[in-house]
């Protein structure tokens, strides 16, 4: 007998009017168990190789012949379950789907075993029908709980699947790591975290995707990253010191998946960069000459620049917990060696000097920003301070400096990163020098014709105009001022007296050691421009009205000191242009040698700067200059830091106050904590400190 949907519908309908509904409730139920019964054998029944196949085929059968239930029992779902507390079709159906196929049942777990073997066998690379395996996990997600309460899919298979997870993944962890690279093992470790995230899209509930994640990091990951990261020929370090830029973001990235893995390999990062920077800090040949050394940090700076460089980022910008360690190395090895301040302004003055010539301005200002940022790094950059303006002003008043704009910008790069206070000196000197060049162009205008005439002849003096506590003059001027040529000296005169008519209260100091001079030398087969200091100047005027002259005489004619002048006539005689004659030969000079004009002198260029030779003492001393002015300067410092802390507190602990004073003043320099006890004990003498007990003070202004 065969009924139409609408008369299936009406007796339904009847059945629950009538109170017929619980005759119709089992009878709903009798005939699910008996069609279940033969679903069950003919799922059983069905071979390995095509079970899948089989459930999805029934299932989706028992899917529609359930919706066609639902369909027909829909008023009496919505009276009789509802009032007696009774499961609605749809659900019984499920329900009894669920208890007599898959839970506790030997179909349920063939259906669990086969889908954890295929996903087994896609691990190892064989292809599956995945499509067949999501209906079969989307099945067991829609089956929803046991009368236990226990959620079918979480229970019956991903408990299961996340324990086949974690052998499986251990296992292929223990081979890996043993036999191949870690590169190989980290390209691996990713494809393999890829490949379970595809899973999960593909088959696999989302419920799944956090704790299959865990277990795939865990087992290749954690368990493994000190074995990974010591590796000895092919671990961490071993990549950063061979530049493997693509495996090290790799390896940073995946370990910062797991606990404690970004953290070793920042401590294993920090630890390379500093062994690096001190093999370059403790190399011997490097300990006397600062461009070696200068190079060899450019070019580390250069390889971790790019290290820490975020390649996900469009402009490559940093990124910031690589880069912590990476600063807080260089900072480190760059502190080690006392002499970093000395030898990067070296390096600067060797640059302005002469290694930017031909270079673009992008390209002058590229080199001049990576030495900013190894000066980033120095902790006392007031010693830096003083050797640069030392070797800036000898640039400036030698007139040997490349690029006044390069000077100027590497000025304001050092403001930005110090503030004005820094540059405060050294915009000075550019001051001076523009101020200068205005003031001799004045003086020049002013001359009249009577002026010019009554001067012995004509040459073309320029004066520097230099305000004291701006220049570092002292130290460059410390052996007394050479006699100057009888010309030079007229013309000297005449401008002092014009710029003391248009300056009043203004005393200049001539100090003129500090410049340079032009000279037209005429040899018997060619003539000569020699660009030479003061003293090689004075020197060789005296051969304009005599050939020859001993030691004596010129010591006497210029009035320059022993060691000075010896250095001079060895520039002049014993260098690479020889403008003099010494007899007897040799390099060095004694008091009873005598200096000829060398007539027969010749050189292809026309002009010709004839180099100083500097004394090692000279620089010894420089250097002992510097440190002396940068202790004195540094005392004032501290008072005023200690001043402005006590003066904010009024009540301070010992150990707190020199931690808060060195806090303030790390920007500038490290101060050791034994100057600012001194510094402490001199105000409290002064009265604007005073203790209230043994480790207590008290702010008395």
Known sequence: MSLSYEELYRIGYNMSQYNFGEILHNGLQEVIKEHLELVYERINAAPQATFLQQMKSEWDSFNISRSQVQDILMYFDRSYPVKRRKMTSG???????????????????????????QIENERNGESIDWYVVSAMTRLLVELGADSQGRFVYGHYFEKRLLEATTEYYRKESKVYVSEGTLSEYMIRVERRINEELDRVERYLDRCTLSQLKWITETELLLRNQEKILFMP?????????????????????????????????????????????MEIVENEEYASECQPMIDAFLVLKAKYDKIVADPTSEEKTADKKLLLPVNEAFEHFLNAFEGTPEFLSLYIDKLLRQEFKGLSEDEIEQQLDSLIALFRYLQNKDVFQKYYSLHLSKRLLYGRSVSEDAERYFAIKLKEECGSEYTRKVEGMFTDMKTSEETNANFKNSLTEAEEQALPCSLDLNVSVLKIG?????????????????????????????????????ILKVQNTLGTAELRAKFSKSEHELVVSTWQMCVLMNFNNQDSLTYKELQEATGISEQTLCRTLQSLACAKYKILLKEPRGRDVGETDVFSFNAAF?????????????????????????????????????EAAIVRIMKDRKT?????????????????????VSDIKLRIESLIDREFLARENERTYNYRA
């Open 91 to 117: 659900s019984l159906t499920m329900a009894l789907f669920r208890d007599m196929i898959i839970c506790d049942s030997e179909v349920g777990e063939r259906l669990v075993k086969i889908l954890l073997d």
């Open 233 to 277: 020929t092919t671990g961490f370090r071993w990549m950063l010191r061979n530049d493997k830029y693509e495996d090290i973001h790799r390896t940073y990235r995946l370990l910062s998946r797991v606990e404690n893995g970004q953290k070793m390999v920042l401590s294993q990062l920090r630890t390379e960069v500093i062994e690096r920077g």
């Open 470 to 506: 701006v220049w570092p003059v002292s130290e460059v001027a410390s052996n007394g001022l050479p006699i100057l040529p009888h010309d030079v000296t007229e013309h000297l005169k005449l401008f002092i007296s014009k710029y003391n008519e248009s300056h009043n209260g203004r």
């Open 602 to 638: 010749t050189n292809r260029g026309f002009r010709i700067r004839v180099p100083t030779i500097s004394s090692s003492k000279e620089n010894d001393k420089e250097r002992e200059d510097a440190k002396a002015r940068v202790e004195q300067d540094r005392k004032p410092q501290i």
């Open 652 to 672: 301070l602990d010992h150990s707190q106050l020199i931690a808060e004073v060195v806090r303030q003043l790390s920007p500038k320099f490290r101060p050791e």
